[in-house]
C-alpha cells in the first residue's frame, strides 16, 4: 500500500494556524485532502493520511474525515513529517507522497502520476515539472524582481533525470532572441513542489545531513542529487490555478482572487 501524506504544521510566523484558515469557504487542510483523496483514487492502491504537529489541526482533520497523525513540533522541513508519517503506519508504505499542506491547486492526475513513475521507473525520487512559454518566463522574471527565492527551475536530461534545480533561472540563454524565434516554448523548465518517495530514499534523506548546495539555495531535492541519488521529473501540463505555497494574508487573498476568476477546482 502507497501512501500521500500531507503535512499540516500549526506554526508559521507569517501566518499561523494556516491549514485551518479559509478559502473560498473552505479550510486549506480540507482542500489539500480534497486533492489527496482524488488523487489515491485515480493510483489505486493508496491511503492519505494528515501529518501534523498541533491537536487542533488533528481534531479538524478528523472532522472532515481525514486520518491524522501526530508527529514532532521540530522536524525541519515537510518530507521530514511525511517520513515520520510513514513510519508509523502498522506496514511501511512502499511509496511516499510528499503534499504539502499549502499547495490547494495541485491538480489530482499530477500526484497520481507521481505514483505511476515511481510504480513504473526506478528512480529514488519523482517530481513534477512543466515547461515554460515565454509569456510565462517573461512574467516569472518579472517576478523575481522582487521575490527572488519564489519559483524554482530546473536542467533535465533527455530522459527526464533532473541535473539540477535552482532558484535562479536556469538555463541562462545566449541567442534568446533566435530561441523566440523559433517557437512558443522556452527552454526552461520551471518545478511543482510537490514530491514522491520510494520509502528507502525518503528513509535516508530524513536521517542525512543537509547537503551544501541545499543549504545554500534552500531546495531539499538537491540533497538527494548532491549525493547521486537519481531524481525522475514528469513533465506536466501548466496548471490552471498556479500558485507556490500559501504563506502570507497576501496569498489568501490571490488564492480567492484565483478561485473567483478561474473556477474553484475543490474535489471533495
Known amino acids: 500500500m502507497d501512501l500521500i501524506v500531507v503535512p499540516a504544521r500549526y506554526g508559521s510566523t507569517r501566518l499561523p494556524g494556516k491549514p485551518l484558515l479559509q478559502i473560498a469557504g473552505r479550510s486549506l487542510l480540507e482542500r489539500v485532502t480534497a486533492v489527496a483523496r482524488a488523487a489515491a483514487d485515480l493510483a489505486g492502491n ?3 493520511v494528515v501529518a501534523t504537529d498541533d491537536e487542533r489541526i488533528a481534531e479538524h482533520a478528523r472532522q472532515i474525515g481525514a486520518e491524522a497523525v501526530m508527529t514532532a513540533p521540530d522536524l525541519d522541513s ?6 515520520a508519517a510513514a513510519r508509523q503506519r502498522a506496514q511501511k508504505p512502499g ?5 504539502q ?3 490547494p491547486f495541485i491538480p489530482p492526475a499530477i500526484v497520481a502520476g507521481l505514483v505511476a513513475a515511481l510504480r513504473e521507473g526506478t528512480a529514488d525520487v519523482a517530481t513534477p515539472v512543466y515547461r515554460l512559454d515565454w509569456a510565462r518566463l517573461d512574467r516569472l522574471r518579472t517576478h523575481k524582481l522582487t521575490a527572488p527565492f519564489s519559483g524554482t527551475t530546473c536542467i533535465r536530461a533527455e530522459d527526464g533525470r533532473a541535473l539540477w534545480f535552482s532558484k535562479t533561472i536556469i538555463p541562462a540563454l545566449r541567442g534568446e532572441a533566435a530561441l523566440r524565434e523559433a517557437g512558443p516554448l522556452s527552454p526552461v523548465w520551471q518545478h511543482l513542489g510537490l514530491y514522491g518517495y520510494r520509502m528507502a530514499a525518503l528513509e535516508w ?3 542525512a545531513a ?3 548546495y541545499e543549504t545554500l539555495e534552500g531546495l531539499e531535492q538537491l540533497r538527494f542529487l548532491e549525493a ?3 531524481v525522475a521529473t514528469v513533465e506536466v501540463d501548466p496548471p490552471s490555478h498556479v500558485m507556490s505555497g500559501i504563506d502570507t494574508p497576501e496569498d489568501l487573498a490571490l ?3 484565483t478561485i473567483a476568476r478561474l473556477g474553484d477546482p475543490f474535489a471533495g
Open 46 to 48: 493508496c491511503e492519505v
Open 78 to 83: 515537510g518530507s521530514s513529517r511525511a517520513c
Open 95 to 99: 511509496l511516499v507522497i510528499n503534499l
Open 101 to 103: 499542506g499549502d499547495a
Open 205 to 207: 534523506f530524513a536521517d
Open 210 to 212: 543537509p547537503g551544501h
Open 228 to 230: 547521486g541519488r537519481t
Open 255 to 257: 488564492a480567492e482572487d
